[in-house]
């Protein structure tokens, strides 16, 4: 099955620059929220159980749509795709901004996540196609930055905003970002066409209602407890679901995402990496923020200065880590990403569990933290895509999906731990287990099979 990609000629970088922008407005929108929430909170008049759904739902949503939303941009053509998607997660911004209670920011929220599930495996799949498979890694470079600064970058711009006028205006940069994207997109994107191929509707819909129970389990926790009823029920249900869309792809001549995707050691890698990694950044750009703001009592303007130094050590390290990301040293660059952000976490959980205070340790803790974040999502982009399994829209999407549910369960975490208290130091201790978790299951197993392997 081929597809016909990129019929009209154009300078790749020309295209570059509203891919680019589109990311950060769809990953800025997700976690804008993060440093106001505190103030959005006492406005709607509403808990921190209730009010952390605004940062989980769009993680969520996000997260269960991106594989039909790769198959999506496939089916009727990628550009088409990004352009609807760029327009409508203004539009979204535009209501979350005048929301009169917490329901119907929800209900903009999720429709902000709904966009920017169709733009993220979009922009993946156009750059590639730009590129071309040798330029690949400096290409998906420009997209993690984007996407990992848009994510990072939230928070402070957030918080800055809110301080200056109110946490209604932190919608402002989305919507402006949008409708500069879109008006870009228009003559700087070339034209795709789509693929006519049947899609695999079982498939996609096991996919997408068994990470969707998973992830909505989770996020019930904080309100309903580990062991409620409904919790158990969905986290069982979930299970069966994916266990159900396992066996469904082996079985079906064409499967919605190819089984072998799975088996595939680049892919396995870079998506546990990915969740890890992202994991992480859920539980800082969610947790630090209220630290400063719930504990320390300091002005949303002052946090979001503080919380600046990951992103800006994300931007900062962003080149280097694509220079890195070539085929032949991905994996060692995943690695040593992973053991960077791991120290950044180990020294924000000695600074909030014993000195608990916003010193200068905080702030080199976000600073190593983001430059280990930097050389993993670039690689991590880079190793997913490294064979044409992984390049399809929907395997697109899965990597999406993996990344995204490291930052929903990132976020769910936070909530659940401060819910019984200011335990920040836990959170970054089990950030570190993650991490370590992740290094250990895709590098050290790796080391060991090869001796093995060696030794016969």
């Avoid at 008006?183 to 498939?203: E, F, N, T």
């Avoid at 880590?321 to 959980?349: E, K, M, P, W, Y």
Wanted: charged share 10%; glycine share 10%.
């Amino acid at each position: 099955m081929l597809r016909r990609d990129v019929v009209t000629p154009r300078p790749a970088w020309l295209a570059t620059i509203p891919l680019f922008l589109g990311s950060v407005t769809c990953t800025l929108s997700n976690n804008i929220v993060n440093v106001p929430l505190h103030d959005v909170m006492r406005d709607l008049h509403v808990s921190l159980a209730r009010g952390a759904l605004i940062a989980i739902a769009f993680s969520l949503t996000t997260a269960v749509t991106m594989p039909f939303a790769g198959w999506l941009a496939d089916r009727i053509g990628r550009r088409r795709v990004y352009l609807w998607a760029v327009a409508l997660v203004g539009v979204a911004s535009v209501g979350a901004s005048i929301a009169p209670n917490l329901d119907v920011l929800l209900v903009f929220r999720v429709l902000q996540a709904v966009t920017a599930s169709c733009t993220l495996p979009a922009a993946m799949g156009i750059l590639t196609s730009l590129y071309g498979i040798a330029n690949r890694g400096r290409a998906l470079a420009v997209w993690a930055a984007a996407n990992g600064f848009g994510q990072a970058v939230g928070p402070p711009v957030g918080g800055v905003i809110a301080g200056w006028l109110s946490w209604r205006w932190i919608f402002t940069p989305t919507i402006t970002l949008s409708a500069v994207a879109w008006a870009l997109s228009l003559r700087a994107i070339p034209r795709d066409s789509g693929v006519r191929a049947p899609v695999d509707w079982r498939g996609a819909a096991l996919l997408t209602s068994g990470a969707g129970t998973l992830i909505a389990a989770a996020s019930l926790v904080p309100q309903l407890g580990v062991g409620a009823p409904t919790v158990v029920g969905l986290a069982g249900t979930g299970v069966v679901l994916l266990a159900a869309f396992g066996r469904s792809i082996t079985r079906r001549a064409a499967p919605f995402v190819d089984p072998a995707l799975f088996s595939d050691p680049a892919f396995r890698r870079s998506a546990v990496t990915v969740f890890s990694q992202m994991f992480s950044l859920g539980v800082m750009t969610l947790a630090v923020p209220l630290f400063l703001t719930r504990t320390e009592k300091l002005s949303t303007s002052a946090a979001g200065v503080i919380v600046f130094a990951l992103p800006a050590a994300m931007t900062a390290f962003a080149p280097l880590a694509g220079r890195a990301s070539t085929d032949a040293r991905i994996r060692h660059t995943l690695g040593a990403g992973v053991v960077v952000i791991l120290l950044g976490q180990l020294i924000l959980a000695a600074e909030l569990a014993w000195w608990h205070s916003p010193g200068w340790a905080l702030t080199l803790g976000l600073v190593v933290a983001g430059a280990g974040t930097a050389f993993v999502q670039a690689p991590a982009a880079t190793g997913a895509t490294q064979s044409s399994l992984g390049r399809a829209g929907a395997a697109l999407g899965v990597f999406n999906l993996i990344r995204f549910t490291g930052l929903s369960l990132g976020a769910a975490l936070v909530a659940v731990v401060l819910s019984g208290g200011d335990h920040y130091g836990v959170l970054f201790l089990v950030c570190s287990a993650v991490l370590a978790t992740s290094l250990m299951t895709t590098f050290v197993r790796r080391a060991t099979v090869t001796r093995a392997v060696v030794a016969q």
